[in-house]
T-cell receptor, first 114, second 112 residues
Framework: EAGVAQSPRYKIIEKRQSVAFWCNPISGHATLYWYQQILGQGPKLLIQFQNNGVVDDSQLPKDRFSAERLKGVDSTLKIQPAKLEDSAVYLC????????????FGPGTRLTVT | AQTVTQSQPEMSVQEAETVTLSCTYDTSESDYYLFWYKQPPSRQMILVIRQEAYKQQNATENRFSVNFQKAAKSFSLKISDSQLGDAAMYFCASLRAQKLVFGQGTRLTINP
């Protein structure tokens, strides 16, 4: 089966600009996650979707970050306006609705804010 | 809050030898899952091995095995017959309410 797809792979923007990332999960995976991974750290969950509904966005900086998952398939994560500290890799993952089910990760988007 | 701690920022091992990566976690759950993920320079997170807390038997996947000590909340990864392709960042993670909590990672270097 095809893996989790993400685009773009790399993005460089200036602070205060906006940026959007796209994720296409594995077909049939109802749960979708966005993680932020700052250099030298483990990934940190930003938001979790179940189909097209938000399950957990408690760690999403809502003043500048937004995410949506229309039709319960693809998802976009947006940052507006970007700050220097948003430089990180943004990982998308999906999983089947099984207890303890494995999360499958995409290749990530490396964002550099200058 | 659930926490995962990896106390070894870097480890190195000679090719073909065995190395053990350490991980401790803290959870109040009685039923949970633990994982080791590998992240090579390509950034793709790849599942290495999974352990279900209710299972006493340690999980094994080919050259990878874990030492799961539930009472001590310890979950170490052993890599046998290390290969050059094993070089990567390794992350320990625990699963709670369908959400993964990751440790800080251990960078593993394989010396030829």
């Amino acid at each position: 089966e095809a893996g989790v797809a993400q685009s773009p792979r790399y993005k460089i923007i200036e602070k205060r600009q906006s940026v959007a990332f796209w994720c296409n999960p594995i077909s049939g995976h109802a749960t979708l996650y966005w993680y932020q991974q700052i250099l030298g750290q483990g990934p940190k969950l930003l938001i979790q979707f179940q189909n097209n509904g938000v399950v957990d966005d408690s760690q999403l900086p809502k003043d500048r970050f937004s995410a949506e998952r229309l039709k319960g398939v693809d998802s976009t994560l947006k940052i507006q306006p970007a700050k220097l500290e948003d430089s990180a890799v943004y990982l998308c993952a999906s999983r089947r609705p099984l207890a303890g089910g494995e999360q499958y990760f995409g290749p990530g988007t490396r964002l550099t804010v200058t | 809050a659930q926490t995962v701690t990896q106390s070894q920022p870097e480890m190195s091992v000679q090719e073909a030898e065995t190395v053990t990566l350490s991980c401790t976690y803290d959870t109040s759950e009685s039923d949970y899952y633990l994982f080791w993920y590998k992240q090579p320079p390509s950034r793709q997170m790849i599942l290495v091995i999974r352990q279900e807390a209710y299972k006493q038997q340690n999980a094994t996947e080919n050259r990878f095995s874990v030492n799961f000590q539930k009472a001590a909340k310890s979950f170490s990864l052993k890599i046998s017959d290390s290969q050059l392709g094993d070089a990567a960042m390794y992350f320990c993670a625990s699963l709670r309410a369908q959400k993964l909590v990751f440790g800080q990672g251990t960078r593993l270097t394989i010396n030829p």
